[in-house]
């Protein structure tokens, strides 16, 4: 549900560099959407904020420790509701955890308040930057290769929900990458006024 004019979505984003709405950065762990979220914004002037720093930052536990003390539902209800306050705040870039969009409740709360772009990476690029990383916690297996290959056939129907979708290649910096997923926003109706990018 809107919660603002066209008129006053107008006015905030010219105080927010042009972004109409929050833009929700969804996909596997190890897609970029940490590193290119943050480049896009510097980008586009708007600010990056990061769904999972800011649930650890309320908990004062890392991901993994809330993972292992509380379990992995207490974990996306806190996901849920930071990100339903992220989305009633002025637009933004947001990165969010890899499950975050795997429910429909944000998934609605997402389409209602912001825009969701699916970083989309093929399973040998996730694999190459996830692989010596301790701190997702879903890949500790015995097989994490495997269990990130069985993620993302689970998860990849979920993300193909998002009304945007840039490809993650592995030959293009970081920077590259944001200079494409800023023409893509741009080109989307709705998400940036005026010249960008």
Request: charged share 35%; net charge neutral.
């Given at each position: 549900m809107q919660t603002d004019n066209s008129n006053d979505r107008r006015k905030r984003a010219?105080?927010?560099?042009g972004l109409l709405r929050t833009v929700v950065m969804v996909g596997m762990p190890g897609a970029g959407k940490t590193a290119v979220g943050t480049a896009t914004a510097r980008r586009l002037g708007?600010?990056?904020?990061?769904?999972?720093?800011?649930?650890?930052?309320?908990?004062?536990?890392?991901?993994?420790?809330?993972?292992?003390?509380?379990?992995?539902?207490?974990?996306?209800?806190?996901?849920?509701?930071?990100?339903?306050?992220?989305?009633?705040?002025?637009?933004?870039?947001l990165s969010t955890g890899g499950g975050a969009y795997l429910q429909a409740r944000?998934?609605?709360?997402?389409?209602?308040?912001?825009?969701?772009?699916?970083?989309?990476?093929?399973?040998?690029?996730?694999?190459?930057?996830?692989?010596?990383?301790?701190?997702?916690?879903?890949?500790?297996?015995?097989?994490?290769?495997?269990?990130?290959?069985?993620?993302?056939?689970?998860?990849?129907?979920?993300?193909?929900?998002?009304?945007?979708v840039v490809d993650s290649l592995p030959d293009l910096t970081v920077d590259q990458m944001a200079g494409r997923v800023a023409a893509a926003l741009k080109a989307h109706p709705g998400v940036i006024e005026g010249p960008r990018a």
């Open positions: 010219q105080a927010m560099g708007v600010p990056f904020r990061d769904s999972d720093a800011e649930i650890e930052r309320a908990a004062r536990r890392t991901i993994a420790e809330i993972f292992e003390r509380e379990g992995e539902p207490f974990f996306r209800e806190r996901e849920t509701a930071v990100l339903r306050r992220i989305l009633s705040e002025p637009p933004c870039i944000n998934r609605e709360a997402i389409r209602a308040e912001g825009v969701a772009l699916w970083l989309r990476a093929e399973l040998d690029l996730l694999w190459s930057r996830v692989r010596h990383k301790t701190t997702r916690p879903l890949l500790r297996t015995a097989d994490p290769r495997a269990t990130l290959a069985e993620l993302a056939r689970a998860r990849e129907p979920f993300y193909a929900e998002a009304e945007i």
